[in-house]
């Protein structure tokens, strides 16, 4: 069994820590958020940013970046990943001019399970494309934008059948299920930035889509079985777990 909990669109709603802590010992798994966490956004800084301490003590695995945690300027995004201790993740950005990302392009987690190797779950973030590739804002900031369901794309092709593809998408509903038409091989969207609440998972494709909607009011939990017939793990159960109901 491999247990995710996933939270979207904080956009600094705190006290979320003692709640989420509960739950994952009652019932442990790892912990995302796909971005927009922040007060800040692309082009405001903010030297503070106290939910970046929530998230940490709440005890985040990884966090997508969203146009919250996003910044045109370089030094901007590389100090708000400075401030946390969870690593951000971000598979369809890249640096023109060379510098260290401040982010992993993709993340490894292996996750032990019932009488089994360790599954290996891929995770990967996709943040929505800012400018078009070839702009004149690429020789300004050095950011160049990937097409979203190209980096997936590209990624999917090396992985095996038993090992799981966990996208955590902030490119809002309407493009999660084009990308989960697009790439099957996604074992779920894990999504945010359009604010959907989704009560129960939508399926396109095949692929499981969760939003657990902005603010901290929900966190989503979602749980994976391996199913022999099929070589691969798939959606067993879920829940949507109220978080902050008052936010």
């Known amino acids: 069994m491999v247990r995710i909990y996933h939270t979207s669109d904080l956009h600094d709603h705190r006290g979320i820590v003692p709640r989420l802590q509960a739950l994952r010992r009652e ?26 301490a ?32 969870h690593p951000l993740v971000c598979s369809n950005l ?32 996709l943040l929505v494309v800012q400018y078009p590739t070839g702009s004149p804002w690429e020789r300004v900031f050095g950011w160049r934008f990937l097409e979203p369901i190209g980096a997936v794309e590209s990624y999917a092709r090396d992985l095996g059948e038993s090992e799981l593809l966990v996208v955590l998408s902030h490119l809002g509903l309407s493009h999660d299920r084009e990308l989960a038409r697009r790439v099957p091989r996604i074992d779920i969207v894990l999504g945010g930035h359009s604010h959907d609440t989704l009560a129960s998972p939508e399926r396109v494709a095949g692929v499981p ?39």
Request: proline content about 8%; hydrophobic content about 40%; glycine content about 8%.
């Open 27 to 52: 019932r442990p798994g790892l912990l995302f958020d796909c971005g927009d966490s922040l007060r800040g956004s692309q082009t405001v800084y903010h030297k503070n940013e106290p939910i970046a």
């Open 94 to 125: 890249v640096d023109t001019k060379g510098r260290q990302l401040p982010f992993a392009p993709s993340l490894r987690f292996d996750v032990p399970a019932d009488a089994m190797q360790p599954v290996q779950v891929h995770v990967l973030g």
């Open 54 to 85: 929530e998230l940490d003590a709440a005890g985040y695995d990884a966090q997508a970046i969203g146009n919250r945690e996003f910044h045109y300027l370089f030094a901007a995004l590389r100090a708000r990943a400075a401030r946390m201790r």
């Open 209 to 247: 889509i969760v939003h657990p909607g902005p603010y901290g009011r929900f966190v989503s939990r979602s749980e994976f079985a391996y199913e022999p017939q099929r070589g691969r793990y798939a959606l067993r159960d879920f829940a949507l777990v109220p978080l902050l109901q008052a936010a």
